[in-house]
């Protein structure tokens, strides 16, 4: 299994450009989440998914988007990139909402926004 | 609201020391929780979760982390460091209610081995 992929893992955006991050599990996996990382704050979760059809906001979702088509996929898509955006973007999955919190990591995404 | 704290940023710690990484959690009910490692330019790994039972937990690589009720904590330790622990340790909590599952990330601790 190749886990959780994302691409591209550096991408320099002008501001006001959009893009979508892309994100994939071979593993079956119910539950997916995007998180963004800063430096002295940890990780904050951007949005979720508990199933294909369904996503939620998550604890900063402004700016963000994301849609679930498949059990497989998990895009999430930047509408308007601004300086505030960069940041370090993690995809995760986990096998079902039953162990949620056992999440596997994506190995990020690295965006610059100038 | 619910939190967690983790006081370290940054830690040093001599390759076969001992280490104890703290976290506190602020919230009404015992949450579950989990500490989580990131190594330079890679995603997070789960070391240790910690829902009921034993406040002793074991884990990957060595680790173990104890829960005390009493001080709001679950600390993270490892008897000996090899120089492959260096990375970034975050302690996580979970809301233990169906239909509500959020990860709060701490902030943090930084570890660096000397040799």
């Known amino acids: 299994n190749a886990g959780v992929t994302q691409t591209p893992k550096f991408q320099v955006l002008k501001t006001g450009q959009s893009m979508t991050l892309q994100c994939a599990q071979d593993?079956?996996?119910?539950?997916m989440s995007w998180y963004r990382q800063d430096p002295g704050m940890g990780l904050r979760l951007i949005h979720y998914s508990v199933g294909a059809g369904i996503t939620d906001q998550g604890e900063v979702p402004n700016g963000y988007n994301v849609s679930r088509s498949t059990t497989e996929d998990f895009p999430l898509r930047l509408l308007s990139a601004a300086p505030s955006q960069t940041s370090v973007y993690f995809c995760?999955?986990?096998?079902?909402?039953?162990?949620?919190?056992?999440?596997?990591f994506g190995p990020g995404t690295r965006l610059t926004v100038t | 609201a619910q939190s967690v704290t983790q006081p370290d940023i940054h830690i040093t710690v001599s390759e076969g020391a001992s280490l104890e990484l703290r976290c506190n959690y602020s919230y009404g009910a015992t949450p579950y929780l989990f500490w989580y490692v990131q190594s330079p330019g890679q995603g997070l790994q789960l070391l240790l979760k910690?829902?009921?039972?034993?406040?002793l937990v074991q884990g990957i690589k060595g680790f173990e982390a104890e829960f005390k009720r009493s001080q709001s904590s679950f600390n993270l330790r490892k008897p000996s460091v090899h120089w492959s622990d260096a990375a970034e340790y975050f302690c996580a909590v979970g809301l233990p209610n169906f239909g509500n599952e959020k990860l709060t990330f701490g902030t943090g601790t930084r570890l660096t081995i000397i040799p």
């Open positions: 593993m079956n996996h119910e539950y």
């Open positions: 995760a999955s986990s096998p079902n909402r039953g162990a949620v919190y056992e999440q596997y």
């Open positions: 910690y829902f009921s039972g034993d406040t």
